[in-house]
């Protein structure tokens, strides 16, 4: 079910001033937020952080 059948008139008029229908397409770069692409760190000799 979608979300403008449960809003009321009002609030439907309102999500039609956002044109909240552009917002589908929206792409999400997963990698990014999982944190696929960051640093790793481990311990090195002697206790210090080393990047790998």
């Known amino acids: ?3 403008a ?3 009321s ?3 439907h ?3 039609k ?4 229908k552009k917002n589908k ?3 999400v770069n997963w990698h990014d937020i999982m944190g696929v692409n960051r640093d790793t ?3 090195g000799k002697g ?3 080393r990047r790998r």
């Open 25 to 27: 397409s929206e792409k």
């Open 1 to 3: 079910m979608k979300l």
């Open 13 to 15: 008029e309102k999500l």
């Open 47 to 49: 206790g210090a952080f």
């Open 5 to 7: 059948n449960h809003l």
């Open 9 to 11: 008139r009002e609030q």
């Open 41 to 43: 760190y481990k311990r």
């Open 17 to 20: 001033k956002y044109n909240y």
